[in-house]
């Protein structure tokens, strides 16, 4: 005995040392051999080892613990459950009959370690049969409607995935339907390793159908003896005896937080105070002060740029009832903050003076949760705005009637919003700019314009828009896309009753963000932003559409190269005789009729809040899009910081022409620093 123990402690130390020793290497990589089925980047997320970060990451955080990433090194045990987690990963995607083995390799001087997997992955198993047990008891339009949607079809390969999302769409279903208490089991997967082959079991137990009971509504705050319970029961859309819905009461709670009349609402079931196959429905709502004063300072990026200013607006909720809401407001903005000088500030209205652009806003609006006794959105304002741009000053006076429509849960698009407009704008064209343009198409130098007076325009439009939102993340997709669609049609309605109008045209954009799951961490993403626009008058000439329903481009939220609206192709001013050119305004079409512009993007965190970016857009406009080239689309790159706050993210992007269909000049005959274009924005740019 006195023997063995030195022995068996000299055994232990060995042990302890060589399981030490590769603690004291940096893992500079993990690599995946084999895999045919399955990307590297796919793996390297399903594993527990990670990279050790790159030298920059490791400068900062040498810096401080709290930013950049700490040096990775190399742990042998982590090996045993990677190979674990690779083969668990395997089956989940049905290849059952995965091998997987690893190695590692040591770089004694460098003090680094490579860890090496090899993958056998074998064939993938598909879905020979689906069972689903346990609907029995429920009425048979429901079984056989459920049977009907079922996605694992006999023939697809398996995965785990589409197992559970099957499973929680039947579950939804049943949630919807009344069977409040659905359970479902484990699901049960029989592999027939000689065949290839997958059986699939489901065990659902529904339960009782359950019937909303009673409705029991509890307010609290300042203001809710000023909140009738009615309002409650109507907005809810809930009625006593009808089958329980967890849709329903959700879409419920959403509609009592829209109309801004409460600080917190929960809707839920009372499952103690069932009674049979009936469920007491509790309204917990915390009422607001009805009666709102707010300040605001502003910054946003309307226009594509920068914008400051301080806005004021009173809200009366509840007005005349029934979560009524009256707003009355005003803003003031200054354009592109960093170019401007402000000891001119007070002649940013005047047209000669264009060193400050900006617009001023005053409106009116009545919202209310309900048209006609059914839950659609409905928002009457009216408004009056100054804006003033580069190349005109605008006085526009309208009144806007929308209707925001909720869509059944199963449609592809997903929201539905329409409206109808009409506005009076005129609009007054800088001199200077108009000077500029009649040197460039007429070869006419002039020191004034004699006659100088605005263009008017009366609009009718009616609009609407559509989309469909399907990203993991509001604030940072890293996968999934979103789609959206604006159609508007102009002036037939006046032309109809019979009061004449300028021109009839339509307009239509469409935008398209894709975000593919090329990154295995969610803390990058790629993306890519596709939009097209045409605006067309189908009775009278293009050049009587209104400026504010043209194109423009260029800007921190388009081609990123250019200012905000610089891509815009010249007016036409060749209806325009030697003799009228002392005395135009009118008929100066500013902006085009078809825009086409795209982004491709990557974004990384770098550490903490803090991220970057790596950005290619492009993009024009034409007059019609019988004009578009090839040679005359704006291409521009760039790289962009971002700061990623609790409501969203602020970003500096640096933008450079990388092709100016202008002047025929790309990338490298820029000067990095002289021709360098600033963008800060709220928000992504996609």
């Known amino acids: 005995m006195s023997r063995l123990f030195p022995a068996v402690i000299i055994i232990f130390i060995s042990f302890l040392s060589l399981n030490a020793q590769p603690s004291e290497y940096e893992l500079e990589e993990i690599e995946f051999e084999g895999n045919q089925s399955i990307s590297s980047s796919e793996l390297s997320g399903a594993i527990s080892s990670v990279e050790s970060p790159n030298w920059f990451f490791k400068f900062l955080n040498s810096i401080s613990e709290s930013i950049g990433k700490a040096t990775v090194y190399f742990d042998s045990l982590k090996i045993k459950s990677d190979l674990e987690s690779l083969v668990d990963y395997y089956r989940d995607q049905g290849f059952f009959k995965a091998q997987v083995s690893g190695s590692y390799s040591l770089n004694d001087e460098e003090k680094e370690a490579v860890i090496s997997y090899y993958i056998n992955e074998g064939l993938r198993f598909v879905v020979t049969e689906v069972n689903i047990d346990g609907l029995d008891e429920i009425p048979v339009e429901f079984s056989t409607k459920l049977l009907a949607n079922n996605s694992i079809d006999s023939g697809k390969f398996y995965t785990k995935a589409l ?19 659905v359970e479902r089991e484990r699901p049960e997967i029989i592999v027939d390793t000689v065949q290839n082959l997958v059986n ?22 300042e203001s809710k003896d000023n909140i009738r319970d009615t309002i409650l029961r109507q907005l809810i859309g809930v009625k006593p005896g009808q089958y329980y819905s967890a849709e329903d009461l959700s879409r419920g709670q959403i509609r009592l937080y829209r109309t801004n009349l409460f600080s917190s609402v929960l809707v839920n079931t009372v499952i103690a105070d069932t009674q049979g196959n009936t469920v007491p429905l509790n309204i ?40 009524r809401n009256f707003s009355l ?11 401007i000088d402000y000891s001119k500030l007070g002649r940013m209205f005047e047209v000669k003076d264009t060193s400050i652009l900006g617009y001023f806003d005053a409106r009116l609006t009545v919202e209310q949760p309900y048209f006609l006794g059914k839950p659609i959105r409905t928002r009457l304002e009216s408004y009056y705005t100054i804006t003033k741009q580069k190349e005109y000053k605008a006085n526009i006076l ?19 919003l329409v409206y109808y407009s009409i506005e009076r704008s005129e609009y007054q064209i800088v001199e200077d700019y108009l000077r500029a343009l009649i040197k460039r198409q007429r070869n006419i130098s002039l020191d004034t314009i004699n006659i100088f007076q605005p263009s008017a325009f009366t609009t009718s439009i009616l609009g609407v828009e559509t989309g469909n939102t399907k990203t993991d993340d509001l604030l940072f997709p890293t996968q999934g896309y979103t789609l959206s669609l604006n159609f508007e049609e102009a002036n037939s309605v006046p032309y109809l009753l019979g ?25 990058s993403a790629f993306g890519l932003k596709f939009k097209m626009g045409y605006v067309k008058a189908f009775h009278g000439p293009d050049k009587e559409i209104p400026l504010n329903r043209r194109f423009t481009a260029g800007g921190s939220n388009s081609v990123r190269g250019w200012p905000a609206r610089e891509l815009s192709p010249d007016p036409d001013l060749s209806f325009l005789t030697t003799e009228d050119v002392l005395q135009i305004a009118q008929n100066v079409a500013i902006g085009g009729t078809f825009l086409l512009e795209g982004s491709v993007e990557t974004r990384n965190r770098l550490f903490g809040p803090i991220g970057g970016a790596l950005f290619a857009d492009y993009g024009n406009v034409w007059n019609g899009y019988n004009n578009f080239r090839f040679n005359k689309v704006a291409v521009a790159v760039g790289f962009g910081l971002r700061f990623y706050s609790s409501f969203a993210p602020i970003r500096i992007d640096f933008g450079y022409k990388a092709y100016d269909p202008e002047t025929r000049q790309t990338l490298l005959d820029q000067k990095f620093f002289k021709d360098i274009q600033l963008h800060i924005g709220i928000g992504e740019a996609f």
């Open 163 to 181: 197992i559970d999302e099957n499973i929680g769409e039947m579950t939804s279903y049943l949630l919807n339907h009344g069977y409040m208490l």
């Open 200 to 221: 699939v079991n489901l065990d659902f137990n529904p339960g009782l159908r359950y019937r909303i009971g009673e409705i029991r509504i509890e307010k609290t705050g």
């Open 284 to 323: 917990k709502a915390d009422v607001t002060n009805l009666n709102e004063l707010v300040p605001e300072v502003i910054m946003n990026n309307q226009e594509s740029s920068l914008n400051f200013g301080l806005a004021a607006s009173y809200t009366r909720k509840n007005f005349l009832g029934d979560a």
């Open 329 to 339: 407001g005003s803003n003031f903005t200054v354009n592109d903050i960093f170019n």
């Open 398 to 416: 309208g009144g806007r009637l929308s209707w925001d429509f909720e869509l059944p849960r199963r449609v592809y698009f997903r929201s539905l």
């Open 499 to 523: 009061f004449g109008s300028r021109a009839q045209f339509f307009r239509a954009v469409t935008g398209l963000t894709y975000y593919p799951k090329l990154y295995a961490s969610d803390e």
